[in-house]
C-alpha cells in the first residue's frame, strides 16, 4: 500500500526531476542539431536576421545546450546555466517564434508556447535550491 498520495513524490524531488528533465532536452534538441547536419542552415537562416557569423554562433549554441545541460543535470550553477538558456529562448521567441504566433502542434507550427513553458520551468529551476 502506497503512505503517499500521488504524485509519489516530494516538491523537491518533483523539482530535481524538472531540471533534469529540461536540462535533457536543451541536451537532446542540441545533438539532433549536429546529427542532422542542419547547424550552417540554422547560421544561413541567423544571417538573414542580420547576425554576423550565424555558423559559428549555432555551433556555440549547440555547446552551450550539450554543456550546460550537463552541468545542469548535475546540479552545478543553476542559476546562471538556467539564465543562459532563459535569453536563447527570448531570442528565439523575437527571432524566431513570434511570427510563428502562439500555437505548436495541433493548432499552429512553430508558435511561442513551449518556449514560453521552457522559461517557466527555467525560472522555477532557478528559484530552487534543489
Given amino acids: 500500500m502506497f503512505h503517499k498520495k500521488y504524485p509519489f513524490l516530494t516538491l523537491s524531488s518533483s523539482i530535481v526531476l524538472l531540471r533534469i528533465v529540461v536540462a535533457a532536452m536543451f541536451m537532446i534538441h542540441a545533438t539532433v542539431r549536429i546529427y542532422s547536419n542542419t547547424i550552417n542552415q540554422?547560421?544561413?537562416?541567423l544571417?538573414?536576421?542580420?547576425f554576423?557569423?550565424?555558423?559559428?554562433?549555432?555551433w556555440l549554441i549547440t555547446i552551450f545546450e550539450i554543456v550546460g545541460g550537463l552541468v545542469l543535470i548535475l546540479g552545478y550553477f543553476k542559476k546562471w546555466i538556467a539564465l543562459g538558456?532563459?535569453?536563447?529562448?527570448?531570442v528565439g521567441i523575437v527571432i524566431i517564434h513570434v511570427d510563428q504566433g502562439w500555437f505548436n502542434g495541433e493548432f499552429g507550427t512553430g508558435?511561442?508556447?513551449y518556449s514560453v513553458t521552457l522559461i517557466a520551468a527555467l525560472i522555477v529551476i532557478a528559484s530552487s535550491d534543489k
Fill in 52 to 58: 554576423p557569423s550565424g555558423s559559428i554562433i549555432v
Fill in 111 to 113: 508558435g511561442c508556447e
Fill in 42 to 45: 540554422f547560421g544561413g537562416f
Fill in 85 to 90: 538558456f532563459i535569453i536563447l529562448l527570448a
Fill in 47 to 50: 544571417e538573414t536576421k542580420g
